[in-house]
Each structure stands twice: as structure tokens, then as C-alpha cells.
């Protein structure tokens, strides 16, 4: 009987606040290490199953009592949720990896409720999106700007993804073949506007797939600005592939890791036809895991329909707003 629920990498990052908000369901929390499960159960007094999982090569024999399946960690191919689909479980994916949704949405998802972009950016800039675009006159083109703390501690997943990101061309529903960091924007924070630039992050291909006269662009940057001018300039000056060398890489994650300018401050920004609409806070990873753990509830307590489904299916700005406490500021 498919009666419980598999968090995979659960007692990570954003995986605790999930299981924390599933604390009372039937649940497993699946990872690599039982020893690091097991003391973080310990320590959060929840009740679960632990179970030894490689999803690069999972036993297939530990999903049979599964109804919904929960992975926090990054993968590099689709044959979960593959399975997931043929058996009609529910899946929900905290990855901000474009590469690998652009493989999920490549195949044909008709059995199962599949959940995609949960987070910042894919995510709340989703639904900022979403709800911009209901006061829009089409044709429209969405900015969406993303700017994080230089004081904000950030995980080697994310780190090693936004290095990437750095050296890699991506194509754009407007703009065909695009390097990061090339277009330049800006948006407004306090009482300053701030640089941001074009970056690869998935929220906008997302919405760039089935919306006709919209169209979408995602720009990033930093909260110390001239940092995001200085990535920009590199790109114009065709020196981005500093990015690729080991030891520099080496730098910039204990950097990260132990920042030393800027704040932990956040922002995401839905702007367009002079509208706006805006959340800002603290603690990015913290964010990610709240909102995750919202959507999360929806998806153990909620029959959502088949197919792959985005934040917006799933919970509004204004009930995720109330359910975990930040202010959406607007601009009309």
C-alpha cells in the first residue's frame, strides 16, 4: 500500500524545514548517510522512517509503499520521476537546475502530480509573474530581477550551479543565443536602484513556454553593486572564463561560504508597463525552505491534477504570503 512520504536529502538545507512540516504524515527521509539522518531526527524530535537511497541508482524495491516522493538534492537524470509517473505518485523538486527541467519537460508527464520550481527563482519569482501578468495588456515583455546578499551563506550546490551559469551561453524566447550577464537592467531596492543583469536561471523559460504575447526575462545581481558591474564588464570584455579555473573557483566558495561585504538580504521583482511587484527579505536558504515546505503540505494533503504543474498550480502569492509571514510591496 503507497501510503507514505520519501524525502530525499530531507535533513538538508531546505529538506528540514520540509520534514519539519510534515512532521505527523507517514514519512521517510531518505539520503546517503544514516548517521547524518538519524542525529538530525534526534535533534528535531521527528518521527520517520530512514532509509539508505543513491538516486543515481535507486532500489526501486524502497518506493513500493511511497505515495509522494520529495527530493531536495540535485539530479542529472529524469528516471524518478519517470517512475513516479508510471505509478501515479505525486513528486515535487526543489531544484533550480534549468538543465534538468528542460529534460523533465521533454517527457510526457499524464499520471502523476509532478511539482517543479519551488523556491526564489524558480518560484516566488513564478508567482510574482503570475499575478503581474493578470494586470497587463498583452503584448508585454515581464522584466524579473533577482538579487541576493554577498552577505548571504550559500550551499556548494548553489554555488557550483551559479559558476556554470557564468560561462554558459542559453537561449531565450526573444533574444535566441544569450550570454549571461550581457543585457543590463536595474531595479529599485530602498532607495537606490541596483544593476542586474541577464542570468540563465529557469523561472523564465518556465513561463516563456505557454503564454502567447508575453515574454519573460529573468536579470540578476548582487546587493553590493559594483560586483554585479564588475561580472558584467568581464562578460564584455570576453573574460568570463576565468570562471572555469580551479583555484579561482576554489576562492569564490569560501568567500561564499564566509562572506566578508554585503548583507543576507534577498529580493525578487516582477516589473513591467510600469507595474511592479516585489518581495524582500533575509536568510535566501531559509526562504526556500519555508516555501518548499508550504507547497509541500498542499501536495501530502491536497489531490492535485496529473501532469507537470508549476508553484502557481499549487498555492497563491497571497495564502503562501499569509501562510509564512512577508509582504508582497506593489507599484501600480
Known amino acids: 500500500m503507497r501510503d507514505k512520504i520519501m524525502i530525499v536529502g530531507g535533513h538538508g538545507q531546505v529538506g528540514q524545514y520540509i520534514s519539519r512540516a510534515l512532521n505527523g504524515e507517514k514519512l521517510v527521509l531518505a539520503g546517503r548517510s544514516q548517521e547524518k539522518i538519524a542525529a538530525f531526527l534526534k535533534t528535531s524530535h521527528i518521527k520517520a522512517e530512514i532509509r539508505i537511497v543513491d538516486i543515481h541508482t535507486p532500489d526501486w524495491a524502497l518506493l513500493e509503499d511511497i505515495r509522494a516522493l520529495i527530493v531536495c538534492v540535485d539530479q542529472t537524470d529524469t528516471k524518478l520521476i519517470q517512475y513516479c509517473n508510471n505509478n501515479e505518485m505525486a513528486y515535487m523538486d526543489v531544484t533550480a537546475n534549468s538543465d534538468f527541467i528542460q529534460k523533465v519537460y521533454d517527457l510526457t508527464i499524464d499520471r502523476a502530480s509532478i511539482v ?27 522584466q524579473l530581477h533577482v538579487i541576493l546578499g554577498m552577505g548571504d551563506k550559500h550551499g556548494d ?47 523564465q523559460h518556465m513561463l516563456n513556454r505557454n503564454r502567447e504575447g508575453m515574454v519573460y526575462t529573468t536579470y540578476f545581481g548582487f546587493d553590493v553593486a559594483f560586483l554585479s558591474r564588475l561580472l558584467h564588464l568581464m562578460q564584455k570584455v570576453n573574460v568570463m572564463g576565468v570562471f572555469k579555473w580551479p583555484f579561482l573557483q576554489f ?24 507595474k511592479a511587484l516585489k518581495v524582500v527579505g533575509k536568510d535566501e536558504a531559509k526562504f526556500t525552505g519555508l516555501v518548499a ?7 501530502a494533503g491536497s489531490k492535485l491534477r496529473p501532469g ?5 498550480d499549487v498555492v497563491t ?16
Do not use: C
Not at 519551488?118 to 503584448?139: S, W
Not at 507537470?308 to 502557481?312: A, F, P, T, V
Open 116 to 142: 517543479l520550481g519551488i523556491g526564489l527563482a524558480p518560484g516566488i519569482t513564478n508567482l510574482l509573474a503570475h499575478e503581474l501578468t493578470k494586470k497587463l495588456t498583452p503584448p508585454a515583455e515581464v
Open 157 to 203: 550546490e548553489a554555488i557550483s550551479w551559479t559558476l556554470k551559469q557564468f560561462t554558459t551561453p542559453y537561449t531565450h524566447k526573444k533574444y535566441n543565443q544569450l550570454k549571461p550577464l550581457s543585457l543590463a537592467s536595474s531595479t529599485r531596492y530602498k532607495n537606490k536602484q541596483l544593476p542586474t543583469y541577464n542570468f540563465n536561471f529557469v523561472d
Open 251 to 274: 576562492g569564490i566558495r569560501k568567500m561564499m561560504k564566509k562572506p566578508f561585504m554585503g548583507s543576507d538580504m534577498f529580493m525578487a521583482t516582477a516589473e513591467a508597463q510600469g
Open 293 to 299: 515546505a508550504e507547497v509541500a503540505k498542499n501536495l
Open 308 to 312: 507537470l504543474l508549476g508553484i502557481e
Open 317 to 332: 502569492l497571497d495564502q503562501l504570503s499569509k501562510a509564512i509571514g512577508f509582504k508582497v510591496i506593489q507599484r501600480d
